[in-house]
């Protein structure tokens, strides 16, 4: 029976690639599949005359391993991944590593790192972001689970991961139990935050300026030579100046219906459960949820009207304003993101260090861009950088775009274009720069209706107290807690 570096279970898209991905990089690995013809299709074609094991069952599959053996899952995230661990432990010794390399909810992998431990084995549970073309290449890899599982597989992750220009891996220990795959979950979110922020600008370019496709293709050209420079913009260049072959912009021909896998639906509730306002990302799924509703739309837009006139100013400017607000925009995305990634560290005793995880970030991942080796450089300068905004280089860079920012959105507002992502973006800011926000107001009605206290700004923090707002209640408040 051979000996083999990894195996792995699962060749789907992303498993295949990536075994061929280590398989190049010098690994050998044996591979399995739940449906077996999979594997012996895999050996005889993309994986012939390589080094791979294909393998028929789990028992082989563990049996052709080195020890620690390293069992890789790419598996669809839920039941499915319980299910292959139940299979798994009765083949493997104490030491031994199984790892799940799929889009899992953090909760489950902090479960999954408990339960695999208490039988003496080791947990990872790992993001790997960068789609068929990064699990080939060179992906970004996000693992954490149980911290002396890093070493074991640390020369494995680091090879095959994508590398910064200046060679360093996309790729490093995130920490304990659910980390990985929590930091993961976040860079999904910010995925949706991105997409949904380009869309936007698409939208008033097209509807809003009437810009033909091969004008917005030259516009997101021009835009990824600066410092939008990205994957997503990248792609919507290529996506907007692509015909099929007869002649006809596919863009155009694909329904505005969007779909989701759940990560970021996962990311605003982990926000919600952490008291933290990420609004941008909160309303790029809610806007997917929104596009989903075809036929309500189409119905309605024959009934609902706009009442906003078209636009008659200078394109060329608001294109230029556009570039400008989309920027700002990002920036607060990301701001927001690590707002949550620092809430969740202090909630579940997680070590980030991140301006690791922008490096990670920084290739083979979807929302891989230039803008990242300047957020790697903000925590560099201070670790314990409270928000993104408040760095010297994203403070100056809010600033200068404001203006353009603002006129963008009343712009859309004027056109009746819904901008959700990039409002929402400007009203972050706009309320985290305020000393004093309208919630004395929202205090006081809730103490009057329902004795709820509140704090005075005359007396010290964390005491509490009650207004007999019309005279008739008493002097019983309900009890302080905070949500």
């Known amino acids: ?12 898209v992303m498993g295949e690639n990536l075994v061929l991905n280590m398989e190049s990089k010098g690994f050998s690995v044996a591979v399995y599949n739940r449906t077996v013809e999979k594997v012996d299709a895999f050996i005889t074609g993309r994986g012939a005359g390589k080094n791979f094991h294909g393998c028929h069952s789990i028992e082989e599959l563990c049996a052709s391993l080195k020890r620690p053996r390293k069992v890789m899952m790419l598996v669809k995230a839920g039941a499915p991944v319980d299910a292959f661990i139940d299979q798994l432990i009765p083949h493997l010794e104490a030491g031994d590593i199984i790892i799940d390399g799929g889009n899992s909810h953090f909760p489950d992998t902090i479960r999954r790192t408990r339960l695999v431990e208490e039988k003496g084995l080791l947990y990872i549970g790992t993001g790997v972001s960068g789609g068929e073309e990064g699990a080939l290449l060179g992906p970004s890899i996000m693992p954490g689970g149980s911290p002396a599982a890093w070493d074991h597989v640390k020369p494995i992750f680091q090879a095959i991961s994508a590398h910064t220009e200046a060679g360093e891996p996309c790729c490093e220990w995130v920490g304990q139990d659910g980390a990985g795959h929590f930091v993961k979950m976040v860079h999904n979110g910010i995925e949706y935050g991105d997409m949904q922020m380009i869309c936007e600008t698409y939208q008033i370019m097209k509807h809003g300026l009437g810009l033909s496709n091969e004008e917005m293709h ?17 792609i919507t260049r290529d996506i907007l100046g692509y015909r099929d072959e007869e002649g006809n912009a596919t863009v155009d021909l694909i329904l505005d219906t969007a779909g989701q896998k759940g990560t970021g639906k996962w990311t605003a509730m982990a926000a919600l459960d952490e008291g933290q306002p990420l609004t941008l990302i909160g309303e790029a799924v ?17 009934v609902l009207t706009a009442q906003a006139p078209g636009f008659d100013g200078d394109k060329k400017a608001l294109v230029d304003d556009l570039r400008q607000a989309l920027y700002a925009s990002k920036i607060v995305s990301y701001a927001q993101g690590y707002q949550l990634m620092r809430a969740a560290a202090e909630t579940y005793g997680w070590n980030l260090n991140n301006g690791g995880i922008a490096l990670m970030w920084r290739g083979g991942c979807i929302i891989r861009s230039v803008f990242l080796g300047k957020i790697k450089e903000a925590f560099d300068n201070d670790p314990n950088l409270v928000n993104l905004m408040l760095d010297p280089f994203f403070k100056n860079a809010l600033e200068n775009a404001q203006a353009a920012w603002r006129r963008v959105v009343v712009a859309a507002i004027h056109m009746g274009i819904p901008v959700p992502a990039i409002s929402a973006a400007l009203a972050y800011y706009d309320g985290y720069r305020s000393e004093r926000l309208p919630a004395n107001l929202l205090q006081a009605q809730r103490d009057y209706f329902g004795a709820h206290t509140y704090e005075r700004v005359d007396k010290p923090r964390g005491e509490f107290f009650h207004t007999n707002w019309t005279g008739r209640g008493g002097d019983t408040a309900a009890s302080t807690y905070v949500v």
Do not use: H
């Not at 030259?218 to 990248?234: M, P, R, T």
């Not at 997917?288 to 036929?295: N, T, V, Y």
């Open 286 to 302: 809610f806007a997917r949820c929104l596009s989903a509703l075809k036929e309500e739309r189409v119905a309605a837009s024959k």
């Open 1 to 12: 029976m051979p000996e083999m570096d990894i195996g792995l279970i699962g060749l789907a």
């Open 218 to 234: 030259q516009v997101f050209a021009e835009w990824n030579k600066g410092e939008l420079d990205s994957y997503l913009i990248e």
